[in-house]
């Protein structure tokens, strides 16, 4: 398979896993409210379940300040590892890198999936000191796509208390965790029909008093089968944030690549540089005046690491690429001379790296346009075989799903064909990363409904691409709340099978593509990963010149993931 092409198969079972191919289920056991006796609850769940013949993975990711775990211990079987202390997580929070325990959280329950049915993690109990915030455990269960289930200890309470304490808590965590599948109620007061409006015509989950109970007597009273039966209904696991970056780091990690940084005294390329070679995402290779880069570290207060970084001076190396460059446009008129003058741009030389294998990959535009750094590509690497366009997509953390936008950076007024081109590029590159990709391929009007050169440029891209690639699921044109709002799409695109569903979205110019993806990026505070080159022979990726340092660091970890895969 080559990225920087049309990919035809992804490259393990970590990106396999795509939306709709969970390999086993994920509950997530949040209290309902205070003192919700989550502990006996969750491990009175567990022993139920793996009696019922279940394979079962326990986590817990947080123990609070002197919680015991004894309990854990004794029902599992062995030692309980918690991912975090209540400590770690303040620090976090401090931080702002709560991120870091989502994403830990993340790769514990990626070890799990192959080998359990069902992974069970037990929640947070949030209490009133108020050094914990409520929203955590909507944060941790929406990292991993999990369904919930509510505990609540009812012991005390009459039965619309506890219906109140339920549809509060639901309320609360709908957002992000919109798949409630049931409750653990620990009341003899409570009976299902109770709970009928908090849980619709889906059946609780009950268990008997907690006053008395052990973790036994709670793992014999709890009915499996409502909950069977709702972890049964199908049902797609996004592909969360939290997954995609998680597992992103950890492919780049896998297989080293070499990324050459022509911009190697940037300040935020230095930033970026560092933390992906102290974190083996990638060998950074820096072009650049020692002396200038040595200035900018300083300025910056950083030390390179001992290794995982090289700092190549220009000079030294610009005439080894001389001949081949002179070679490789001699059609154009190349000559010595001229070639030598093209190689004192860092980019050029650079590509020129990349052309003859001495590199796997090319980052660049934290200063240069991204006319200077595409083009050196085009003119020396060329296109991949069987593309004809190069375009990007960026890949759009939002807080619940991970999206593909896309074209927008390269191409400013595509043709249908090129429209069509970007499309199937964009559907196999989302497929790469993980995505089931439903495309849509947005206008100002849907289906019918509107007429005129721009929605007509649209209409015959869609029935291109759809000639060309018969298994993609794609539609259009549709506005993008008719292909991204659910409701929206049933009304004005009822027989679509991407209307309210997509995840790759396709503009029809780099006006309205570039626009959007900035605007969602800036108002929503989101990550946008890219932009990410589509249809190159190696792996070349641009930058946006107002790029974070944390938007670096993951185009490189793509560029190093495109090259594990590029001939």
């Known amino acids: ?240 944030p939290s997954m995609f970056r998680q597992r992103l780091l950890r492919k780049a990690q896998s297989s080293r690549q070499r990324i050459v940084l022509p911009e190697g005294d940037e300040p935020r390329t230095l930033h970026a540089a560092i933390h992906c070679a102290e974190h083996g995402i990638a060998t950074c290779v820096l072009i650049g005046k020692r002396d200038a880069i040595n200035a900018a570290l300083q300025q910056e207060g950083l030390t390179l690491p001992a290794e995982g970084i090289e700092i190549i001076d220009p000079d030294d190396i610009r005439e080894r690429y001389v001949p081949p460059l002179v070679e490789l446009r001699s059609h154009k008129g190349m000559t010595p001379d001229k070639a030598r003058h093209m190689l004192e741009d860092t980019v050029v030389l650079g590509t020129m790296m990349l052309a003859e294998d001495d590199v796997d990959g090319l980052v660049s535009g934290a200063v240069h346009t991204t006319a200077s750094t595409v083009r050196p590509a085009l003119q020396l690497i060329k296109t991949a075989e069987g593309s004809s366009t190069v375009s990007s997509i960026f890949f759009m953390l939002l807080p619940d799903q991970v999206m593909v936008f896309g074209d927008c950076a390269i191409t400013p007024d595509p043709t249908v064909e090129q429209l069509a081109e970007i499309a199937m590029q964009s559907a196999d590159s989302a497929q790469a990363f993980g995505l089931s990709p439903r495309v849509a391929l ?67 110019d780099l006006n309205t593509g570039n626009t959007t993806y900035k605007a969602v990026q800036r108002s929503a505070q989101v990550l946008a990963v890219g932009p990410m080159l589509q249809g190159l022979r190696k792996p070349v990726n641009d930058l946006s010149r107002g790029a974070l340092i944390e938007d670096i660091v993951y185009t490189i970890a793509l560029t190093a993931v495109q090259a594990q895969t590029t001939p």
Request: aromatic share 2%.
């Open 1 to 240: 398979m080559n990225l920087c092409g049309r990919p035809r198969q992804v490259w393990d079972t970590r990106w396999q896993r795509t939306e709709e191919m969970t390999l086993s289920l994920i509950v997530y056991v949040a209290p309902a409210g205070r003192n919700a006796g989550l502990t006996a609850q969750t491990l009175g769940l567990a022993k139920a379940l793996t009696s019922a013949g279940h394979r079962l993975g326990y986590l817990k990711p947080v123990v609070l300040t002197g919680e015991p775990t004894e309990q854990q211990q004794q029902a599992l079987g062995g030692t309980l590892a918690p991912l975090m202390t209540q400590a770690d997580v303040e620090t976090l929070l401090i931080q702002d890198e709560l991120s870091t325990l989502q994403e830990t959280l993340v790769a514990r329950v990626d070890e799990l999936v192959d080998s359990v049915d069902i992974v069970l993690i037990e929640g947070v109990q949030i209490d009133s000191d108020g050094r914990l915030p409520i929203s955590l455990n909507g944060l941790l269960a929406q990292s991993v796509g999990a369904r919930l289930v509510l505990a609540l200890d009812g012991s005390h309470d009459s039965a619309s208390d506890i219906a109140a304490r339920l549809t509060l808590s639901r309320t609360l965590l709908a957002r992000q965790c919109p798949y409630l599948i049931g409750v653990l109620v620990s009341s003899d007061l409570v009976v299902p029909t109770t709970l009928t409006s908090v849980l619709g015509d889906r059946l609780p989950v009950i268990a008997s008093s907690l006053s008395t109970a052990s973790v036994d007597d709670i793992a014999a009273a709890v009915s499996l089968a409502p909950l069977e039966a709702a972890l049964s209904f199908p049902r797609e696991t996004p592909l969360t």
């Open 442 to 508: 947005v206008s100002y009007s849907t289906g019918t409904s509107g007429s005129g050169p721009a929605v007509d440029k649209v209409r015959q891209a869609v029935a291109v691409a759809q000639e060309k690639r018969p298994d993609l699921v794609l539609d259009g044109p549709l506005q993008y709340d008719a292909a991204t709002v659910p409701g929206v799409g049933r009304q004005k695109a009822p027989d679509s099978a991407v209307a309210g569903r997509a995840n790759v979205i396709v503009f029809p």
